[in-house]
């Protein structure tokens, strides 16, 4: 049993330096990413709740838009795009979060 443990740490210690070898000079997430990804599972619930065909088909399609959309942000290799794209967002928030 102890063979199996050592080689299955072995084998994750491989995923870990392969992953991180992969996102050096990437994005990965902040905030704005995790907004895109809570829509798109927003969209995800509401289109199980709806009744019609047609709206749970574009609830489904704008939720997987929405994801690949985040995916495709935390893979991007342009960090200073993606930097400057989450500083605006937070400015908002916090122009929204100053109103009340």
């Not at 990804?37 to 047609?54: D, F, H, Q, R």
Request: glycine share 8%; charged share 20%.
């Amino acid at each position: 049993m102890n063979g199996i443990g050592n080689w299955f740490r072995q084998a994750l210690a491989r995923f870990s330096a392969g992953y991180r070898r992969f996102m050096t000079g990437r994005y990965g997430m902040d905030k704005l990413n995790m907004a895109i990804l809570g829509v798109g599972i927003a969209c995800t619930v509401l289109s199980m709740l709806m009744p019609l065909v047609i709206l749970k088909l574009l609830l489904t399609l704008l939720s997987y838009i929405f994801m690949i959309l985040a995916i495709c942000r935390s893979f991007s290799r342009n960090v200073y795009k993606r930097y400057e794209e989450n500083r605006k967002y937070l400015l908002f928030i916090q122009k929204i979060k100053d109103k009340e």
